[in-house]
């Protein structure tokens, strides 16, 4: 693995640790009951992830950088592979940004600090509701850059084989004739 590699599933690995962390109230709201309970737990969750130190704040901000120079470092090659694999990861985790900054951050506002006069209840639900079903978005973009990143190793390992077994006929194509002229 190199350090490049290294930098794209770094990131999408811990926010994927993240994100199955968020699971744990999320799947009660989309899928579950939806009771009084699991409301108020998903709205304190939420509510000690937003308050949370500037520190942790830019720690994950600082991570979705490292997974963008990852990627774009990876393309910088640009040959087949990178623009198949990276490109389409980069599709991917650009995507999985974009749905974090329209929709996580814009739903964790509502939940946390809903409007005066504007916001009621309701609408918080909604918004936990939103945000549940973004971080499942989220997901199945992280997972495909896991997907494509493993698809990209295999690719370059059973080219490496190949190139090697047809190496190995061609030397041995190459030794049979010199054989002959010996003769």
């Not at 979705?64 to 087949?80: E, N, Q, S, T």
């Not at 490109?87 to 900054?101: C, E, K, R, T």
């Not at 850059?145 to 194509?173: C, H, I, N, S």
Request: proline share 2%; aromatic share 10%; glycine share 8%.
């Amino acid at each position: 693995m190199t350090f490049k590699q290294a930098a794209v599933l770094a990131p999408v690995c811990f926010f994927l640790g993240v994100l199955f962390i968020c699971f744990n109230v999320d799947h009660r709201t989309l899928w579950g009951a939806l009771t009084d309970e699991a409301v108020a737990d998903a709205t304190q969750f939420y509510t000690t992830f937003y308050n949370a130190p500037q520190a942790i704040k830019a720690l994950l901000h600082g991570m979705i950088g490292v997974g963008l120079v990852g990627l774009l470092a990876k393309m910088f090659k640009w040959d087949d592979s990178a623009l198949f694999f990276d490109g389409s990861s980069l599709a991917a985790y650009v995507f999985a940004i974009v749905v974090y900054l329209t929709v996580t951050v814009a739903s964790l506002r509502t939940v946390v600090a809903p409007l005066a006069g504007v916001e009621d209840a309701g609408d918080q639900v909604m918004a936990l509701r939103v945000l549940a079903a973004g971080h499942g978005i989220i997901i199945a973009c992280l997972g495909l850059v896991l997907l494509l990143q493993a698809g990209q190793e295999w690719a370059a390992r059973t080219e490496a084989q190949a190139q090697a077994a047809f190496d190995a006929e061609e030397r041995a194509k190459a030794a049979v004739p010199a054989e002959k002229k010996d003769q």
